[in-house]
């Protein structure tokens, strides 16, 4: 059986997502092992808050930080010891397939099975799938 060192779990505030956090935190404890939490704002949103320039784009950012810093939270008083949160602005299927992975040295993905509803598979595919095809470490995906 492998012995995971740095685990990656992305998080977007779905019960799939909470899953797969959940399984990851588990893993992580088990082995040890660094566990990094992801969440990325898509880059949609993201392009929709700059044609308004409100303050939407900051709100985003600033949301995405507060999830992730209470799952890390969670994450600690559950007993992982080594828990670091990445916030990035971007597509979340490169970002989490290829490009975090990469840089952080990650050897397991833990993903949930799908945030999307039925129609956005549809047109545009999960995240799950894409990081399951791309991805150079390992893939557990996580179904609730």
Known sequence: MNEYKNILVGIDGSPQAEAALNKATAIA?????????????????????????????IKFQDQAQELVNGCAKRCVESGCTDVICIVEKGNPKALLAVDIPAREKVDLIVTGATGLNAFERLMIGSCASYIIEHAKADVLVVRN
């Open 29 to 57: 404890q088990r082995n040890g092992a660094r566990l990094t939490i992801v969440h990325i704002v898509e880059e949609i949103k993201s392009y929709r808050a700059a044609a308004f320039d409100d303050g939407t784009q």
